[in-house]
Every structure is written in C-alpha cells, then in structure tokens.
C-alpha cells in the first residue's frame, strides 16, 4: 500500500496542470504575522495566527467560504406563488463557512487547547480579515489558518442560502471554484510541512478529483485517518471514482477513507453509483460480503430492532442498512445523519478490537437500538469480522431553528475532534467500542443542535459541550 501510495503522489508531481498555481507564485510559508498586501503578480499569502508551528493533530483540506444566509420574514413552501418571483423581506447574514472551514471550526471548539486543528485552503484578496471576523486570535479554541494561501486574482468561495420562515432550505447557490481547483502543490506542501504529526484528516469533497485524490494520498502517507464528509450526493458519487488512490478497494487491504458521514439521501446516491460502477459485482467485494455472513438471522435482527425502535421502520423499508453493509468493504464506519430521526452508524470491525457492554458472546448481540453480528474470516485468513448497527435517538430541538446551515458539518467536526483526542491519548480503537461510539455521536448531535439554534454557521457554544 506504502509503494503505491509514493507512486501515485510522484505521478502527481510530474504532472502539469493550467489550474495549479504557476512556479512563480508558489507557496510561500509566513513568518509574520501581518499579511502583504494584495498585488497580482505576488506569491500567494498565508492567513496566520500567532505562534504558527508546523506539527499539526489535525489537518481540514476543502473549502473556505463567504455564508450569506437569507432568512425570509414570511413565506413557506406551500406559498410560493405568492412570493417566488418576487422581492421579500427578510434578514441577511455573512459569516465566513464553507463545509471544511465549518468542520474545522467545530473541531477546534470541541478539542482540547492543547490540539492543533490546521486548515488547508485557498480565498481570495477579500478574505483577508478572516481571523479577525472571529476574532480567532483572542481564542484558545481557534483553527490554525496559516494552510489557507491568498490567492490575488482569486474569487473566495460563496454559499448562498434561503430560507423560509421556518428556517427550513428553499434552495442554496454554491460558489466553490477556488477550492474546487486548489492547488495540489499547496497540499502536498502542507502535508510536508506537517509532516507525520497529523491523527487524522479531514476531507471535505467539494475538492475537485485531483486535489481530493492529492489529499487522500497524502493523509495516507503521513500515516494519519481519513474522515470524508460527503457534502452532496454528486460529490458523494465523485468519491467512487477514485479507485486510483485505493478508495474502493477492500479488505484485507487497509480502508482509504476510515469514516464517512453522510445524510441518507448521500448514501442512496453512494449505493446506487456503486451498484452502476459495478463495483458489487467484483469478486474481491464478494469474499468480504461472504466473511461477514449477513444470513437470515441477521436481517430478522434488524427488522426488530427497527420495530422496537419505531423511527427506524422507514429507514429499513427504504434499505438504508442494506445500502450502508454494502458499502462497508470500502468504508468501513458510516455515520449516517438523519436530522431529528438522529443518526445510524453501520461499521465493519475484526472481532478482537469489539468492546463495550452491549457485546455479548454469541454470533449476535442485540440491545435497544443495537445489533452486533459475528461474521466469519475473508478467505479463510485473518481474523473475524463484525458488523456494528446502532440508531442513535435524535435530540429534542427546544428553541427556534435559525438555519439548517452548518449542523451537519458541526457532527462531522465534533466527531473528528473525538476521534483525534482518542488517537492522541492511545484509544486507537475506539470506533470499535460500541459504548464510546454512543458517546461520541451524542455529542456530535448535541453540537448540531446548538448550531440549529444559532445565527453562525457553527454555534460557538460547541466550545462548551461536555461529554
């Protein structure tokens, strides 16, 4: 995997690329902590804050953004005529997010002040005040943005976002063709900056192939984790094709992407597309398929743990499980969000890293919410596989929802943060321990709430969530 991974990265740095930065405004690291102005023909600034170092626990590589979120007064979506073609009042909102400034910025808040949570991207000249629009320097909790270059002749990204009065989504204009396109000589940089510090990384898919590819090969050979946030289900489907840096082969081989988290309508796309790759069809997919063992037995348990569940009825009639165990040869941990119906999580783990009080020692171990299924060994060797389901209860929303905006990204981040302090204090395991899993996606729904609540992209008060 190792040689592989050193192969496709040096094909990369021979490769020429109209849309990456040109040698003459290559990457330049900061030394200071005020930025140069903005002249075109300059190298690319780097957004700072204090005591910039170069080790890093977490590196975020995706999209840096402008949010406008309008919030209309009246009108909702049985209403349209009236107000459809029309100006209407309302409230408008800019604060800085885009999906992986949004999960960095829920990591840093829900991490440890010892953490270093770095944020790889690009804006352009407007986004210089960034760090001072969140007043990120006066913070213990801030990101480390000295991984976002200023591109001169650049436009920052933009997310445009309506709103009913309800605070439910009319419908969103993305603008991400700077992140889209950012340069993988910036994140091979970065990565070499950083060095083999990182536990994890996280992806945000809006990257374009090549640059998403450039990341995953990197968080490969630095030795960290991959957490993918999906972030749509084109870009979703986008993912599948990169059988080039190893993300759709499978066990034995070691996962390219170790946690994915999308909502349903992104893993049906994930499925489907996967189903018209072919990639079901393949033998090496059918001798996991074979390992884990998904009898008879299996499926009864699950019906019943969606009868006694009652909201996870629908999600086994509509075949999300089935979709999800599918997928598991290629992603091992999904962490599928599904708003106030809360959240599935469908896991593939080896037999002897599965721990918690709900494991017992028979083929199956059910309780409330949960079934854990004793598989067999791939191809005769290794060891035996399980399979992990839990529904996770979705949190009671007390108060009125400002935005949908940012509460996914705010689970992705808060879940991120959990899995790089496990890293950091030696639970390498930990998404193998049904208990600790629990605990981490209560928390991570909990965030998402906050930021339901909230008129900012990511609630600051995920800054005080406890466990």
Known sequence: MGAGIAKALSAMENKTDDDEISSSSAVQPAHTSTLAPAVKSASPSVIQRSQQTDAADCLIVGAVAIDLTCDLTHGVLDKQSSWIHTSNPGAIHRTPGGVGFNVCLATAYASSHDTIVRMISAVGPDARDLPAALNLAASATSPDLSGVIVVDDGRTAQYIAMHDCKGDLILACADMALVEKLSPAHIKSEFARAGKSPFWVGVDANLDQEPLSTAILCAREAGAKVLLEPTAVMKAQTILQLSHVGVTSVLPNP?????????????????????????????????????????????????????????????????????????????????????????????????????????????????????????????????????????????????????????????????????????????????????SVARIVDRAQRAAVLTLLSRFAISPEIKTLKD
């Open 255 to 435: 996962p390219t992407v170790d946690v994915m988290t999308p909502n349903s309508i992104e893993l049906e796309g994930l499925f489907s597309h996967a189903r018209d790759l072919g990639l079901f069809e393949r033998q090496d997919w059918w001798d996991v398929i074979d390992a884990m063992g998904t009898t008879t037995e299996f499926r009864t348990a699950i019906a019943w743990m969606a009868r006694e569940c009652g909201v996870m009825g629908p999600v086994v009639e509509k075949g999300l499980v089935q979709m999800a165990v599918h997928l598991l040869p290629f992603m091992p941990n999904l962490f599928v969000k599904m708003g106030e119906l809360g959240v599935i999580t469908v896991q593939l783990a080896k037999e002897t890293e599965v721990r918690g009080r709900m494991v017992g020692p028979g083929q199956l171990s059910t309780g409330p919410g949960f079934v854990m299924w004793r598989g067999g060994k791939i191809g005769g060797q290794g060891e035996n596989m399980c399979i992990l389901v839990r529904h996770h209860h979705g949190h009671k929303v007390t108060g009125e929802i400002v935005s949908v905006t940012g509460a996914g990204d705010s689970f992705a981040g808060v879940l991120l943060s959990e899995l790089v302090a496990a890293d950091k204090r030696g639970d390498l395991n930990i998404l193998a321990d049904v208990d």
